[in-house]
């Protein structure tokens, strides 16, 4: 029977009834199932027309120069390029140029599992895959066919991983709110996203723990990523509810470039009624009127560390992971109040 292209081995994993890892295993005779369990899969594959990629099996035998970055926070939003995120422009630009240093050349590539997936995805001598959640199915598949990986961020369900480098969220997190809180600010609202990975859990727990060290009461929201300015604009009414904030810290440039428009709209001005900054610099954070204050994650810093992390593991070395990264904080008219 021909392979049908649009046939993954997710879509295999759920007709078994099975985990993407039994289903590699069964097709790569590796792992502890039992003949029947694998006949099984087996015949489940052949008859929707999934083919193990034996190209890549090969090409796995030996280095070929090639490493490949998926993002994660992108492939979620299912759009490669969203107005404004340029962050991402900024990572994978340096990635490329940073795998040249090591010898290596960089490829980008949608997410493993959803599927068409070229056979040469999984040849590549190992992964960077940026911002996992928790127990992400691309970090999955990737430990089942053994091939190395690095993530940027840590991977929540993971906690004695080590082959990752990040931000230091926590570190900024805290700076930022005392930026804000040397500008007057007390009662300071969060706004945080949806999505379960490290950057969101990090600044979350910084900002609560840093409420619990001046007996503040957290005013704690969040919303999707993928909604941008017009999640940031929905928030303000409940942003509202209990009185305007003295200032607001919105971890993502989009949404805090919607919350500005929509405080305006309510005839609230920053940084005369309220300041505003944000956890990630963007287009909208910097082109806003006023400007908003931002935190620089210094992309390029992360993807050479990142690179040269997987460079490491794939030579077969061992490596000390578990690298963070200074965020800078670039002060603007947003969260600037005349004294």
Known sequence: MAAHRNVTIKDVAARAGV?????????????????ETRERIREIAAAMGYQA????????????????????PLDALADYSPPGVDYFLRFAGAAAVSALDH???????????????????????????TDPVRDDPVVDLLESRSIPYVTLGRDPGKPTAS????????????????????????????????????????????YLGWCAERDVTPRLFRSPEGLGEAGGRDLVPRLLDSGVPDAIYSLTGRHAAGIQEAMREQGYIAPEHYLLACGTDAAQTRTAEPPITAIDLRPEVLARETVALLAQITRGESPEGRRLVESELIVRRSSQRER
């Open 163 to 206: 082959n990752w480098v990040a931000s230091d969220d926590a570190a900024a997190t805290r700076t930022a709110l005392d930026h804000l809180a040397e500008n007057g600010a007390r009662d300071i609202a969060f706004v945080g996203g949806t999505d379960d990975n490290s950057w969101n859990a990090d600044a979350e727990d910084a």
């Open 103 to 129: 010898g290596l050349s960089l490829m980008q590539v949608a997410d493993l599992v959803k599927g068409p997936v070229t056979p040469l995805a999984f040849s590549l001598d190992g992964y960077v895959v």
């Open 53 to 72: 990629d034996a190209l890549a099996r090969g090409l796995r035998r030996s280095r070929i120069g090639v490493i490949g970055i998926v993002l994660r």
């Open 19 to 35: 985990s993407i890892t039994a289903v590699s295993h069964a097709l790569n005779e590796k792992g502890t199932l039992s003949e």
